[in-house]
């Protein structure tokens, strides 16, 4: 799978229909040089969009182009050379599948860098790829993955948080404890500290973990089984802001 923007399918289109467009050429004092310059930008394009077989015709078209040139045949191939050329594109495009996204899911594909940005993933480097294919799963519209992916991610900087609040996060088989347990233990950890700077820091870090919580979870407190778009969404937003908000913390 490859990315390209719909600006690509434009273009070529655009050029295209200049090579068809003889009117476009009459009167021109040198064919040839317009008719270069319209391959040249089609070209372009379908590299771009990866047609291969279409640009190894267009390529193939130039030389017809040369050798041609002056010919009172000239006229007939043009058009023919064309025609094929525009039947060519069509073959290839109708074996590819093409999807468009939204204009939500188009921000998603076209963030560039660290998810939740670079201060996180320094500091939580486990948590890089699941965030990543979060990211890449709100951007094609999995939102049950999406949601997966935080989730499982999520299951390492919790354990830092209860681990800098060293409050209990397993049981005595060795096991994580649920997510409701963990935080009645980091409640009972920021109860017992002073007032100030720190414990404001670990009370936020503790309100906004709860609201992560509660996006994930049903009301009987377990993990749904499938998650909407708006779903998805809440969870991703929640996500993102504790982890910023832990990254200060460690």
Not at 45 to 51: G, H, K, P, S
Not at 132 to 138: F, I, K, N, P, Y
Not at 207 to 217: E, G, M, Q, T
Request: aromatic share 10%.
């Amino acid at each position: 799978m490859y990315k390209l923007h719909g600006r690509h399918f434009f273009e070529a289109v655009v050029w295209l229909a200049r090579l068809k467009n003889n009117s476009e050429l009459e009167g021109f004092e040198n064919q040839g040089e317009m008719i270069d310059t319209f391959l040249d930008n089609l070209e372009k394009e379908l590299v771009t969009l990866q047609l291969p077989l279409s640009l190894k015709f267009l390529r193939r078209f130039r030389i017809t182009k040369t050798t041609y040139k002056g010919s009172p045949l000239w006229g007939k191939i043009y058009q023919a050379r064309v025609d094929e050329l525009n039947s060519r594109i069509e073959d290839e495009i109708d074996i590819c599948a093409i999807y468009c996204l939204s204009p939500t899911e188009s921000a998603f594909a076209r963030q560039e860098g660290d998810v939740f940005g670079l201060d996180v993933s320094q500091k939580f480097p486990e948590t890089r790829f699941d965030f990543e294919e979060a990211r890449q799963c709100m951007a094609l519209g999995r939102w049950t993955g999406a949601v997966f992916h935080l989730m499982r991610a999520m299951e390492a900087a919790v354990a830092i948080l209860a681990d800098k609040l060293s409050a209990t996060i397993q049981d005595s088989s060795g096991r994580t404890l649920a997510w409701g347990v963990l935080l009645s233990n980091m409640d009972d950890k920021i109860r017992e500290m002073d007032k100030g700077d720190t414990k404001n820091a670990m009370s936020k870090a503790r309100a906004l973990l709860f609201h992560v919580n509660s996006a994930y979870r049903t009301e009987t407190m377990h993990p749904k089984q499938t998650y909407t778009e708006e779903e998805a969404t809440s969870s991703y937003e929640a996500t993102g802001s504790f982890m910023k908000h832990l990254a200060t913390l460690v």
